[in-house]
């Protein structure tokens, strides 16, 4: 088992910053992929951003240049740094491990973005 814990979503103004944090925890080394997602209200959750162990990085077209995801050196912490931050941005971001074939959610963290 795998449980993830995000943190670091608030309120921001258009054009602000903001990073994200997950933290893994349990059976981490068998993971071999991470991401963020997001869920708007009434939408469906769309990937953001993940991470591949020892692979590449892979963005949403929305946020490419504007977002970076990256992780600890461990493995155990997932990060997304959210520049330009733009009204539509806002949603629930949650945080996403996948091990073999199995993924594990954490329980999202929301982000709002006013103009």
């Known amino acids: 088992q795998v449980q993830l814990v995000e943190s670091g979503g608030g309120l921001v103004q258009a054009g602000g910053s903001l990073r994200l944090s997950c933290a893994a925890s349990g059976n981490i080394f068998s993971i071999n992929a991470m991401g963020w997602y997001r869920q708007a209200p009434g939408k469906q959750r769309q990937m953001v951003a993940t991470i591949i162990r020892f692979g590449s990085t892979n963005y949403a077209d929305s946020v490419k240049g504007r977002f970076t995801i990256s992780t600890s050196d461990a493995w155990n912490r997932v990060y997304l740094q959210m520049n330009g931050l733009k009204p539509e941005d806002t949603g629930v971001y949650y945080c996403?491990?996948?091990?073999?074939?199995?993924?594990?959610w954490g329980q999202g963290t929301q982000v709002t973005v006013s103009s």
């Open positions: 996403k491990a996948e091990r073999g074939q199995e993924d594990y």
